[in-house]
């Protein structure tokens, strides 16, 4: 009976080594986008967006956004699970994290889908100067507890084949599977704030991992 304890306590700490060392692989497998210091590997508006605090700041709560803005990566991403934190500040303030999209040729715009932040929109897959709609989500009083609107939130999104799946603070916020086959399923990553009042989107801990 000691001896078959004993392989049961070798055997489980073999597991849980195991399980460990898989969590740290797949931690090892995530690099960073933003090095929190300098713009390198990112193009945009530097007139907007800004390095502050470690985090990628869009707008300011001191005058007006004319027009969406966005700072977008400097390398196209097709599957992936991209990770980052996320804080808005101002009154009616909408941002975003676009995934798979372009830039429009000669427009300040940018065309694919966008994983929303924001009041009303956290959480919710928006196809921007596309369909031009939300195309999956939740109520927003569903994530009530989820989301910390004075504070950070993890966003976790998750694109691999059609399939698109976001996280915030832990809750999954989307499940979705595109139908439209035709439509290209890589591009660029894009942090945005959106024309309107005084405002900021706050970026930072923004790590990818290419699967």
Avoid at 77 to 82: G, I, K
Avoid at 137 to 149: F, V, Y
Avoid at 166 to 187: H, M, R
Wanted: aromatic share 10%; glycine share 10%.
């Amino acid at each position: 009976m000691r001896s078959s304890r004993s392989q049961l306590r070798s055997l489980s700490l073999a597991v849980c080594l195991s399980v460990t060392c898989a969590a740290s692989a797949a931690e090892d497998d995530f690099t960073q986008l933003f090095d929190g210091k300098t713009f390198a590997g990112w193009e945009g508006n530097l007139e907007v967006f800004r390095i502050e605090d470690g985090a990628i700041v869009g707008g300011s709560l001191e005058q007006e956004i004319p027009h969406n803005e966005f700072l977008c990566s400097t390398k196209e991403y097709s599957d992936f699970e991209l990770r980052l934190s996320v804080r808005v500040k101002g009154e009616g303030v909408n941002a975003g994290i676009q995934i798979r999209s372009a830039r429009q040729p000669n427009h300040h715009e940018m065309i694919g889908y966008q994983a929303d932040v924001g009041p009303g929109w956290w959480g919710n897959l928006y196809d921007e100067s596309r369909r031009s709609r939300v195309l999956a989500g939740k109520p927003s009083e569903e994530l009530q507890e989820a989301i910390k609107p004075d504070g950070w939130n993890d966003y976790v999104i998750r694109c691999e084949g059609l399939r698109v799946q976001f996280w915030i603070n832990g809750a999954q916020t989307v499940d979705y599977t595109e139908t439209d086959k035709d439509l290209v399923q890589q591009g660029l990553i894009g942090l945005q704030i959106h024309g309107g009042p005084p405002s900021e989107a706050w970026y930072k801990d923004i790590v990818i991992n290419e699967l």
